[in-house]
């Protein structure tokens, strides 16, 4: 069975663009969660997907956004990039049945760097 | 809003020897969960040990166990007969659920174990 795939796995942008990020769940998992990570913030939740649904969201401003696709798939973007926002950006999923205490694979991540 | 506190930055253990990584949380809840996930070099997170507030019983994986505190809001990982694959960053983490949905993981600021060979 297949894991969490994230892609890229590095990207590097400069203040101003936009970036959008893919993740790819283990088949037949439903819910997808992002964090992102950081050396001064640790990692801290972005949001939640739950069948192409936004099923809860952390404490970010409006520039980070996210969907989810049919097949479960999501991408994250990130728009009007900040030098702040350079950061691991890990991927999880999960099968989103009971949405509560459920474990999370989580992918490799996506390095992103802001320049 | 929840904390995860880790106190120990750093843990040092000698191969097949027992370590013990501390971590406390605050919460109002009483319907949560507690997590231990394991973050090696390659950056993936995986999941140790997983413990319901509900459950007296401390939770057990293997040589991976925990001592679960709730009244202390304690909730600390033992690992028995240390292994060079257990090196790797640990994190503690918290879910809980206010209004209908869980809140996503509250994480502590990990601990980087060390195995001496």
């Known amino acids: 069975k297949a894991g969490v795939t994230q892609t890229p796995r590095y990207l590097i942008k400069t203040r101003g663009q936009q970036v959008t990020l893919s993740c790819s769940p283990i088949?037949?998992?439903?819910?997808v969660s992002w964090y992102q990570q950081t050396p001064g913030q640790g990692l801290q939740f972005l949001f939640e997907y739950f069948s192409e649904t936004q099923r809860n969201k952390g404490n970010f401003p409006g520039r980070f956004s996210g969907r989810q696709f049919s097949n479960s798939r999501s991408e994250m973007n990130v728009s009007t990039l900040e030098l702040g926002d350079s950061a691991l950006y890990l991927c999880?999923?999960?099968?989103?049945?009971?949405?509560?205490?459920?474990?999370?694979?989580f992918g490799s991540g996506t390095q992103l760097s802001v320049l | 809003a929840q904390t995860v506190t880790q106190s120990q930055p750093e843990m040092s253990v000698q191969e097949a020897e027992t370590v013990t990584l501390s971590c406390t949380y605050d919460t109002s809840e009483s319907d949560y969960y507690l997590f231990w996930y394991k973050q090696p070099p390659s950056r993936q997170m995986i999941l140790v040990i997983r413990q319901e507030a509900y459950k007296q019983q401390n939770a057990t994986e293997n040589r991976f166990s925990v001592n679960f505190q709730k009244a202390a809001k304690s909730f600390s990982l033992k690992i028995s007969d240390s292994q060079l694959g257990d090196a790797a960053m640990y994190f503690c983490a918290y879910e809980g659920r206010s209004g209908g949905g869980a809140d996503g993981l509250t994480f502590g600021k990990g601990t980087h174990l060390i195995i001496q060979p």
């Open positions: 088949s037949g998992h439903r819910s």
């Open positions: 999880a999923s999960s099968l989103g049945t009971t949405g509560l205490g459920e474990k999370l694979f």
